[in-house]
């Protein structure tokens, strides 16, 4: 997101580089994460996707909006279940931009509804000067902000919502647990000319997730005893930032750190992101240069044995002559 970074810290010698969640791919508006300025004796990195790999990014976009397109010419609507602040602005701004270069939609209305939405869009409006030289550029020589959307409307509630005609709605959550995005699929799921397309990370044990599985039937929000039928298209095309093996991998060879702590993603995939960094680093095995890869499970500790490089400085009268090796 806008704003997001990784901390560098050096402790008594030892320099420890948290990644957070990171993307080294260099998107519509945000640049590719940077390198650290030296090598880190520990990396605590993400593992979200594992050992999977991304499918271009260019080709996402062309599915999206082939996607979108084909449902709406059949008179269907659209869902995107997304988070207020995140791969939601990468999508707006491909969709504004397809409406722009398709006159047949732009009667179409595009609706992202979200309490926390407006405030969310104003910082991007906001700070355009701390985006990717794309964004900036395209500020500059047309003198328009591309987070000041032709055509797309804030909504805060499904009572602004017209959807009687075909229309793109982006809500949250994400997952679809609650809110708006739980309320409109209950509303469009019956409708097989519909479409709810998953843009994100689904999370086990999720609606989203869940959704996934195309069951014939979702059970309603305010009743779980009542269920719903689904005959709705489902599909997924993931936005998701986080890195995929590749982008994590080249990454953490060029940090070419010491010692290695995978975080923030479920066991099975980590555990795979593990095997392939070990068998990558096999050659440095009981070598000084041994990288050695932990993934812990939440809540355990990990104990790890550092040598630090101490420094003392000397004043005074202290300092007028060297000491020697043995002092």
């Known amino acids: 997101v806008l704003g997001a970074a990784m901390f560098f810290i050096e402790i008594g010698g030892i320099k420890v580089l948290f990644t957070g969640d990171y993307s080294r791919e260099e998107d519509r508006h945000l640049s590719a994460a940077e390198l650290p300025p030296s090598r880190p004796d520990l990396l605590i990195t ?11 990014r260019l080709e996402r976009e062309t599915k999206l909006t082939r ?35 398709n006159p047949d939609l732009q009667m179409v209305p595009i609706y992202y509804a979200s309490d926390l939405a407006k405030k969310c869009i ?4 906001r700070y355009v000067n701390m985006m990717n030289d794309s964004i900036r550029k395209k500020f500059t020589e047309t003198n328009h902000n591309p987070f000041h959307f032709k055509y797309i409307k804030n909504i805060t509630s499904m009572e602004r919502l017209d ?13 679809l647990q609650n809110g708006i995005s739980r309320r409109v699929l209950e509303k469009w799921a019956p409708d097989p000319r519909n479409t709810v397309l998953m843009t994100g990370y689904s999370i086990e044990g999720t609606m989203a997730k869940i ?17 719903v039928p689904r005959r709705l ?12 093996y590749e ?25 795979r992101l593990k095997s392939a960094l070990l068998s990558k680093y096999q050659k440095l095995r009981n070598t000084d240069n041994e990288v050695k890869v932990y993934n812990p499970k939440n809540g355990s ?27």
């Open 211 to 227: 959704l996934l599985t195309e069951p014939t039937e979702i059970p309603s929000m305010v009743n779980p005893d009542i269920m």
């Open 233 to 244: 298209n489902v599909d997924e095309i993931s936005f998701a930032a986080h890195v995929d």
């Open 67 to 101: 996607l979108i397109h084909g449902t709406l010419a059949q008179g269907g609507r659209c869902l995107l279940p997304v988070f207020a602040l995140g791969r939601a602005q990468e999508i707006l701004l491909i969709l504004d931009e397809y409406w722009q270069e």
């Open 163 to 175: 959807d009687l005609n075909p229309c793109v709605i982006l809500a949250s959550p994400g997952m």
């Open 122 to 125: 104003a910082v991007y409006q």
């Open 46 to 56: 993400e593992s979200t996707f594992g050992t999977a790999t991304h499918i271009p």
């Open 301 to 327: 500790i990990l104990s790890l044995t550092f040598k630090g490089i101490k420094i003392a400085k000397v004043m005074g009268s202290l300092a007028i002559e060297l000491p020697s090796d043995k002092q």
């Open 247 to 271: 982008q994590n991998s080249k990454f953490i060879e060029l940090v070419n750190p010491k010692t290695i702590i995978l975080v923030h993603g479920e066991s099975n995939p980590m555990g």
